[in-house]
């Protein structure tokens, strides 16, 4: 081995031992280092996104109650606020909310004839042939708070005619409230 060591340049000894730490600081990299410090790198970010959420829990609250008043605004508009109520006495409700609404716009509710409910879908349709008169503004302004008070009703179909030599128009519609079934 002393023959081997004589014969070669000490440049070739100090490059193969330059090599050999080289190549053993490499595996104990590999093998020993990189997955714990992998590991830990995650865990400090999971840390830092856990400590940001921590300080945000506040908006997060925020947001529930954000969430449930949109959930509620949702479920008026898909429901209405007509309490659930028979077939019969659903149209003795729409009639008194015609009624009352009806004298805040000075519009004159001249009738209203239900028809058979229908299944639609997953909802109970109830038509209603109602008849109105009144200037139209004041029309426009009646159907509108109809929609919103009564709801979920629908125009299906809508006719306004003046009255002779007036500024009055009489309208007859076809709305239909839908209930959940």
Not at 21 to 36: A, G, N, Q
Not at 131 to 141: F, I, K, Q
Request: proline share 4%.
């Amino acid at each position: 081995m002393n023959d081997l060591l004589n014969k070669m340049s000490p440049q070739i000894i100090y490059g193969t031992m330059v090599a050999i730490v080289v190549i053993i600081c490499l595996s104990v990299y590999l093998y020993v280092f990189k997955k714990p410090l992998a590991e830990y790198k995650l865990l400090k970010s999971n840390t830092k996104l856990l400590e940001a959420k921590v300080e945000s829990g506040s908006s997060i609250s925020l947001k529930l109650e954000t969430m449930q008043r949109e959930i509620n605004s949702l479920t008026k508009h898909l429901q209405g606020q007509t309490p659930l109520l028979s077939s019969s006495k659903l149209v003795a409700h729409v009639i008194n909310g015609l009624d009352i609404i009806s004298s805040q716009h000075a519009v004159q509710f001249l009738g209203l004839r239900p028809a058979v409910p229908v299944t639609v879908k997953y909802f109970e349709e109830l038509p209603f042939a109602i008849e109105v008169s009144g200037n139209y503004l004041s029309l426009y302004g009646w159907l509108q708070e109809v929609e919103e008070e009564l709801g979920p009703m629908v125009v299906k179909k809508i006719n306004i005619e003046p009255l002779s030599g007036e500024e009055e128009q009489i309208m007859r519609l076809n709305m239909v409230s839908y209930r959940l079934q």
